[in-house]
């Protein structure tokens, strides 16, 4: 079955200082992968995805993400925090249906806090 | 782009009544969309999927005559919580795809909901 794990529930970092955010899934075919950010009673919004090519993904706010197929891992990284980062961070796995649409398994979640 | 609304962002009712929340695709089509809940420091739950003009389906443990899902054209869904109880007090969040197989989700801002 199709599985998705963020081993690190909770993580402080100090500003300034690099970040990585683990996940790892488990999937029979090549995975869609997601990473999503949700800020305090908020909805989430979509930091980067791989669907296929380069393994190494740029999304937005400064962050990046690699696919190693051979650790069936999409860890999520950034070189420097920002205060502004504290959220909640959730990785997927996209899972193709024939009814011709991905549905989304989410892992349980990353909390990340910011010290300054 | 890609912007999903909700409305309301929250709600209160007094236990029996019924909740009717939106989810619109605001700057596209949505040929599916998708509703999760989510519990206090918990991740997403996929209830429902659905698709314009044909019925949803509901995830396992998900009660259809509970959560009718309405998915009326390709930017509008409702969720209606029927004869709402206490333990449906949670966090609702709907998303809207693309079709084509590699489509990403985008989520709305949620809905909290407290019954009272």
């Known amino acids: 079955a199709q599985s998705v794990t963020q081993p690190d529930i909770h993580i402080t970092v100090s500003e300034g200082a690099s970040l990585e955010l683990r996940c790892n899934y488990s999937?029979?075919?090549?995975?869609?992968l997601f990473w999503y950010v949700q800020s305090p009673g908020q909805g989430l919004q979509l930091l980067l995805k791989?669907?296929?090519?380069?393994?190494l993904v740029q999304g937005i706010k400064g962050f990046e993400a690699e696919f190693k197929r051979s650790q069936s891992s999409f860890n999520l990284r950034k070189p420097s925090v920002h205060w502004s980062d504290a959220a909640e961070y959730f990785c997927?796995?996209?899972?193709?249906?024939?009814?011709?649409?991905?549905?989304?398994?989410f892992g349980a979640g990353t909390r990340l806090a910011v010290h300054p | 782009g890609a912007v999903v609304s909700q409305h309301p962002s929250w709600v209160i009712c007094k236990s029996g009544t019924s909740v009717k929340i939106e989810c619109r695709s605001l700057d596209f089509q949505a040929t599916t969309m998708f509703w999760y809940r989510q519990f206090p420091k918990q991740s997403l739950m996929l209830m429902a999927t659905s698709n314009e003009g044909s019925k949803a389906t509901y995830e396992q443990g998900v009660e259809k005559d509970k959560f009718l899902i309405n998915h009326a054209s390709l930017t509008l869904s409702t969720l209606t919580v029927t004869s709402a109880h206490p333990e449906d007090s949670s966090f609702y969040i709907c998303s809207a795809g693309t079709s084509g197989g590699r489509e990403t989700q985008y989520f709305g801002p949620g809905t909290r909901l407290l019954v009272l």
């Open positions: 999937y029979g075919a090549t995975p869609y």
């Open positions: 791989y669907f296929s090519g380069d393994t």
């Open positions: 997927a796995v996209g899972t193709r249906f024939s009814g011709g649409y991905n549905k989304l398994i």
